[in-house]
């Protein structure tokens, strides 16, 4: 078991948000670290391209996401590193499969050439067919880490929802589609939902369904929480986008760690191409505020995904 399973946390309100973010973003390192097929495991290259995939980059914000969701409501450390692994899993083969020629054709990932272009077209399809198996596999053993099979059901159910076709690849078919048309703001922020939104939000209520397990907390305070929590993943999941889009024209590939300008050259449908770069930065000031307004009730419990949505918004890559 790796030491990211078995090393106890200190809680959220109890570590400067800084100290916060860097501790379990190493945890959700090692964890993944342990959790991906050694690289030279047979059959090697589809291990060696899996682990380039994931490992050594990212903001692993919805693994940051299910930590502090989960937290709040007092879930063992060892179901959330699997919740947190699972869905970064999810994110990594969807990366992998955006980035291929028939999407969006993209040469660069997190400062590094896309995984296509490292391994070849095929080996970047079965990477990523990999790597969402293997979240599913990962997150179904969360009972042997302090999750109950009730909540765990629900959590497996929760990430195949927010990941098919009503979620993110339904967002992505979208967008595909979009491609030149001129989409009015309640069709752009379905599509975002989906696409960009339905992950994230799956990210917070995977965290608060770990809390929610037998014996970890009354029905009906688990039952506020998740409100509050729902609440503020429809914030933070939205804003998300609105900033992509926003960096999208601001930002410069050696910042953002991936190609920059690419919406504007494809003629996709964005927050700054419907409503305007100052439009568009309101926007996410709003949806900051409306954040931190839905987790208010929960209190210094709260305060790491409080944190989280001032990153998401604030970022600059």
């Excluded at 100290?19 to 959790?35: I, K, V, Y």
């Excluded at 039952?223 to 509050?228: G, I, K, N, S, T």
């Excluded at 505020?289 to 409080?306: K, N, V």
Aim: net charge neutral; with cysteine.
């Amino acid at each position: 078991m790796s030491q990211a399973s078995t090393t106890a946390v200190a809680p959220a309100s109890s570590l400067p948000f800084e100290h916060w973010l860097a501790s379990r973003g190493q945890r959700a390192e090692q964890a993944l670290e342990h959790l991906l097929p050694p690289a030279a495991a047979h059959p090697a290259r589809l291990h060696e391209a899996m682990r380039y995939a994931v490992l050594g980059g990212g903001k692993r914000v919805r693994p940051l996401l299910v930590y502090a969701a989960g937290e709040a409501g007092g879930a063992p450390a060892a179901a959330l590193d699997r919740a947190a692994c699972a869905v970064e899993l999810v994110h990594a083969y969807s990366l992998v499969h955006d980035d291929l020629p028939c999407m969006d054709d993209d040469v660069l990932r997190r400062g590094r050439p896309t995984v296509h272009v490292r391994y070849g077209e095929a080996l970047a399809m079965l990477v990523g067919d990999a790597l969402q198996s293997l979240a599913f596999e990962v997150l179904a053993a969360a009972p042997a880490h302090g999750t109950s099979a009730s909540a765990t059901a629900a959590m497996v159910a929760e990430l195949a929802r927010a990941a098919g076709s009503t979620g993110m690849a339904g967002g992505q078919a979208i967008d595909l589609a979009s491609v030149g048309a001129a989409l009015g703001r309640e069709a752009l922020e379905d599509m975002h939902r989906r696409k960009t939104g339905a992950l994230l939000r799956a990210s917070v209520r995977l965290g608060g369904l770990c809390a929610c397990g037998d014996g970890a907390a009354p029905t009906e305070a688990c039952a506020r929480r998740m409100q509050a929590l729902d609440r503020y993943a429809d914030a933070v999941g939205l804003a998300f986008q609105v900033v992509d889009d926003i960096l999208d024209v601001e930002g410069d590939a050696a910042t953002l760690g991936k190609t920059a300008g690419k919406d504007a050259q494809r003629n996709k449908p964005t927050y700054v191409s419907a409503l305007g770069l100052d439009a568009a930065r309101r926007l996410a000031g709003q949806l900051r505020e409306q954040a931190h307004a839905a987790i208010a009730p929960l209190g210094e419990a709260a305060r790491s995904l409080a944190g989280l949505a001032d990153l998401i918004v604030l970022r600059k890559s």
